[in-house]
């Protein structure tokens, strides 16, 4: 019955509706008539008002299905849109980051100015390196300015970088860097996370041993202690980036790679995403302007994510720097050194918008309303949520606790292939409605497709599908033509598959439901089932793995294995240790399980399938870090019944 009331509570808080306030709508960068623009007149205006470009564009895209091509004959330099167009307009003394390090007291506050000055160092240290256009870089940090710094000098030089988030084991660097054949590591001696420091040097070292393509390691001096350097191939960041003197921005077609972003997908190898220079610059840039009505001279602009991740890239570095914000970044963890340290430095900046994720507002609202109550926070005049679908509870308690209740929230969809954001309201005309992202951003074709492809209309759900290419679309998967086309545009001829679950309400406003298929989202982060399952597997005593999600009320989903050990082991509560800590090791802390059941048998099909749903099921109803599972002959007489019955039906 517990369930059915919950139903009916959610239900409830659902139906409620938020007008934008007429303050916010009467000023806000999109008005109602952005929605009636035609698709190629408002990508057009979109790619010269956003961006300022070496030679003009001369034809929008061009579109041969499952490739796009944005803004063609176009020239342009990313980092000289991201910093010497605000410098040469005089707008160099506008802070673009107020750095907060997570150590008590420890800030510094950027200028367009200084970082293009920082930028210009290291990007004349690259070169002297032998960096140049098409030499790809690896970049392995936490967040500090420099990672933005790094990003940018590599933009400046042509040179393609691949971002590795700091929370990645060695393993999962070497493989990205060995994909890339980056041939220059960008990282730091260790970096600062909840009090401790993590040893991104360390790991860094041991995934450039495996990476031969690899041949110059800079090192950013954070913590300043004692770190392993080697002669000739590792340099210190302070002591290569010196050379001050101009380093021109290399002219970039609109085609020309700008980075790869590795993320999971159904397989144990991760997609490199790749998104090039023009569309992504402006998509990312028009996507920031529009939805978080961003006014330069007015504004201090916080996303709280990192720079490892794809909404790092589009609005923590390229969006919010291409339109001149001045942006937060903070370092360390909400929580430390205590649960009110976001709204202490919400407070400290001003800031006005607040940019995160769903999992983070649950985290806050299990801590309580009392620590953001302590600051100050109505300069907050705008929040957003992205990464998963947001909970109406917490949409609620993002609004009154943060928002006040005047600010309006834009919960926004899109993924690492999309590059920007796809589906959102605009905050200055949408009503919203607590868990909904709304609506298509105008230039953007989203569409709900039955199993046979035909389009569902409102008061339908389905598959996700985007008909029409977009700016900062993926322009591929690194290397891997045939995986591109399986994964994306097998299903439905023509049309992009997102992967995720939705339906249409009556207003024809989008609801997000989720992954269709083995990837789990877990505090916003993707991961792949069986990238787990194989790193449990490579576990000298495990004999097979098979991974689910279940609901859990903070992270959004929590990863259960169910592991077989060979020799008909048993499982003990040492065991589940070292299995999660290897796949620590194998992926990130990350992708460790939250539950190892283990099990004899793994349920499967008389043809030999692991009958995942299943799985799913006897997770869901397993108590997190529950040690009594273990082996506990209840699952396993539920897993023995239950495959019992499936075998049945399968017959
Ligand atoms: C999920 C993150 C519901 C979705 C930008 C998508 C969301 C995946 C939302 C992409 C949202 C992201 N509502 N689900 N507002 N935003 N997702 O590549 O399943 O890390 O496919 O990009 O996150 O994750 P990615």
Request: with cysteine.
């Given at each position: 019955?517990?369930?059915?009331?919950?139903?009916?509570?959610?239900?409830?808080?659902?139906?409620?509706?938020?007008?934008?306030?007429?303050?916010?709508?009467?000023?806000?960068?999109?008005?109602?008539?952005?929605?009636?623009?035609?698709?190629?007149?408002?990508?057009?205006?979109?790619?010269?008002?956003?961006?300022?470009?070496?030679?003009?564009?001369?034809?929008?895209?061009?579109?041969?299905?499952?490739?796009?091509?944005?803004?063609?004959?176009?020239?342009?330099?990313?980092?000289?849109?991201?910093?010497?167009?605000?410098?040469?307009?005089?707008?160099?003394?506008?802070v673009?980051?107020y750095?907060?390090?997570?150590?008590?007291?420890?800030?510094?506050?950027?200028?367009?100015?200084?970082?293009?000055?920082?930028?210009?160092?290291?990007?004349?240290?690259?070169?002297?390196?032998?960096?140049?256009?098409?030499?790809?870089?690896?970049?392995?940090?936490?967040?500090?300015?420099?990672?933005?710094?790094?990003?940018?000098?590599?933009?400046?030089?042509?040179?393609?970088?691949?971002?590795?988030?700091?929370?990645?084991?060695?393993?999962?660097?070497?493989?990205?860097?060995?994909?890339?054949?980056?041939?220059?590591?960008?990282?730091?001696?260790?970096?600062?996370?909840?009090?401790?420091?993590?040893?991104?040097?360390?790991?860094?070292?041991?995934?450039?041993?495996?990476?031969?393509?690899?041949?110059?390691?800079?090192?950013?001096?954070?913590?300043?202690?004692?770190?392993?350097?080697?002669?000739?191939?590792?340099?210190?960041?302070?002591?290569?980036?010196?050379?001050?003197?101009?380093?021109?921005?290399?002219?970039?077609?609109?085609?020309?790679?700008?980075?790869?972003?590795?993320?999971?997908?159904?397989?144990?190898?991760?997609?490199?995403?790749?998104?090039?220079?023009?569309?992504?610059?402006?998509?990312?840039?028009?996507?920031?302007?529009?939805?978080?009505?961003?006014?330069?001279?007015e504004d201090v602009y916080w996303?709280?994510?990192?720079?490892?991740?794809?909404?790092?890239?589009?609005?923590?570095?390229?969006?919010?720097?291409?339109?001149?914000?001045t942006?937060v970044?903070?370092?360390?963890?909400?929580?430390?050194?205590?649960?009110?340290?976001?709204?202490?430095i919400i407070e400290r900046y001003g800031v006005t918008i607040l940019?995160?994720?769903?999992?983070?507002?649950?985290?806050?609202?299990?801590?309580?309303?009392?620590?953001?109550?302590?600051h100050d926070l109505s300069t907050l005049r705008?929040?957003?949520?992205?990464?998963?679908?947001?909970?109406?509870?917490?949409?609620?308690?993002?609004?009154?606790?943060?928002?006040?209740?005047?600010?309006?929230?834009?919960?926004?969809?899109?993924?690492?292939?999309?590059?920007?954001?796809?589906?959102?309201?605009?905050?200055?005309?949408?009503?919203?409605?607590?868990?909904?992202?709304?609506?298509?951003?105008?230039?953007?074709?989203?569409?709900?497709?039955?199993?046979?492809?035909?389009?569902?209309?409102?008061?339908?759900?389905?598959?996700?599908?985007?008909?029409?290419?977009?700016?900062?679309?993926?322009?591929?998967?690194?290397?891997?033509?045939?995986?591109?086309?399986?994964?994306?545009?097998?299903?439905?001829?023509?049309?992009?598959?997102?992967?995720?679950?939705?339906?249409?309400?009556?207003?024809?406003?989008?609801?997000?439901?989720?992954?269709?298929?083995?990837?789990?989202?877990?505090?916003?982060?993707?991961?792949?089932?069986?990238?787990?399952?194989?790193?449990?597997?490579?576990?000298?005593?495990?004999?097979?793995?098979?991974?689910?999600?279940?609901?859990?009320?903070?992270?959004?989903?929590?990863?259960?294995?169910?592991?077989?050990?060979?020799?008909?082991?048993?499982?003990?509560?040492?065991?589940?240790?070292?299995?999660?800590?290897?796949?620590?090791?194998?992926?990130?802390?990350?992708?460790?399980?939250?539950?190892?059941?283990?099990?004899?048998?793994?349920?499967?099909?008389?043809?030999?399938?692991?009958?995942?749903?299943?799985?799913?099921?006897?997770?869901?109803?397993?108590?997190?870090?529950?040690?009594?599972?273990?082996?506990?002959?209840?699952?396993?007489?539920?897993?023995?019944?239950?495959?019992?019955?499936?075998?049945?039906?399968?017959?």
């Amino acid at each position: 019955m517990e369930t059915s009331s919950q139903e009916i509570n959610t239900y409830q808080l659902e139906e409620r509706r938020y007008p934008p306030p007429p303050e916010f709508a009467a000023r806000a960068n999109a008005q109602r008539d952005i929605y009636d623009r035609d698709f190629d007149e408002f990508w057009e205006t979109e790619g010269r008002e956003r961006v300022a470009w070496f030679e003009p564009f001369t034809k929008l895209y061009e579109w041969e299905p499952p490739y796009a091509k944005w803004y063609l004959g176009g020239k342009l330099n990313v980092a000289w849109n991201c910093l010497d167009k605000h410098v040469e307009a005089g707008r160099g003394d506008q802070v673009a980051y107020y750095w907060e390090g997570e150590p008590d007291g420890d800030r510094r506050a950027l200028t367009y100015s200084d970082l293009l000055r920082e930028v210009t160092k290291l990007a004349n240290a690259l070169k002297s390196l032998g960096v140049g256009k098409g030499t790809p870089v690896g970049i392995y940090m936490g967040m500090v300015p420099e990672a933005p710094v790094a990003m940018l000098a590599c933009a400046r030089l042509g040179a393609p970088h691949t971002v590795i988030f700091g929370g990645f084991s060695a393993d999962s660097l070497a493989g990205r860097l060995h994909d890339m054949e980056c041939e220059v590591l960008i990282t730091q001696d260790e970096a600062w996370r909840r009090g401790t420091t993590v040893p991104l040097k360390r790991v860094a070292d041991e995934a450039v041993g495996e990476s031969p393509t690899v041949q110059n390691v800079v090192v950013l001096q954070r913590t300043g202690n004692d770190v392993p350097m080697t002669e000739g191939r590792d340099h210190w960041w302070h002591e290569l980036a010196t050379d001050e003197s101009e380093c021109p921005a290399e002219p970039m077609d609109s085609e020309d790679l700008l980075y790869l972003l590795y993320t999971s997908g159904t397989t144990a190898k991760p997609k490199g995403i790749v998104h090039t220079t023009g569309g992504y610059l402006v998509g990312a840039a028009s996507t920031h302007y529009y939805i978080f009505d961003l006014k330069r001279d007015e504004d201090v602009y916080w996303c709280a994510a990192d720079v490892g991740w794809v909404t790092g890239h589009s609005y923590i570095v390229y969006g919010p720097l291409c339109n001149g914000a001045t942006s937060v970044m903070y370092e360390g963890t909400p929580d430390y050194p205590d649960k009110d340290r976001w709204w202490e430095i919400i407070e400290r900046y001003g800031v006005t918008i607040l940019y995160t994720a769903p999992t983070a507002i649950r985290s806050h609202m299990k801590w309580g309303p009392e620590h953001a109550q302590k600051h100050d926070l109505s300069t907050l005049r705008l929040l957003g949520s992205v990464g998963e679908p947001i909970n109406p509870e917490a949409w609620i308690w993002y609004h009154e606790h943060i928002g006040g209740e005047r600010c309006p929230i834009v919960d926004t969809w899109w993924q690492t292939e999309t590059g920007m954001i796809m589906i959102t309201p605009l905050p200055g005309i949408t009503t919203t409605k607590p868990g909904s992202a709304t609506k298509p951003f105008p230039g953007v074709d989203v569409a709900v497709f039955n199993e046979e492809g035909a389009e569902v209309g409102p008061g339908g759900g389905g598959y996700l599908v985007l008909r029409k290419p977009w700016p900062a679309m993926l322009r591929g998967l690194y290397k891997e033509d045939e995986r591109y086309r399986e994964t994306y545009w097998s299903k439905y001829p023509n049309v992009y598959l997102a992967g995720d679950g939705a339906r249409i309400d009556e207003d024809g406003d989008f609801w997000l439901l989720g992954r269709v298929d083995d990837v789990m989202n877990v505090s916003g982060h993707r991961i792949s089932t069986i990238e787990v399952e194989s790193a449990l597997v490579d576990h000298k005593e495990v004999a097979e793995a098979a991974v689910a999600a279940r609901f859990d009320a903070t992270t959004g989903q929590a990863i259960v294995a169910f592991v077989t050990l060979k020799g008909g082991a048993e499982g003990s509560v040492e065991k589940l240790e070292e299995l999660r800590n290897h796949v620590a090791i194998k992926i990130g802390a990350i992708a460790k399980p939250a539950n190892i059941v283990f099990t004899p048998e793994l349920p499967k099909t008389r043809s030999g399938k692991i009958m995942r749903r299943l799985l799913r099921d006897v997770a869901e109803n397993r108590p997190l870090g529950d040690t009594t599972t273990l082996a506990d002959p209840t699952v396993v007489d539920e897993l023995r019944s239950r495959e019992a019955e499936e075998q049945s039906k399968e017959d």
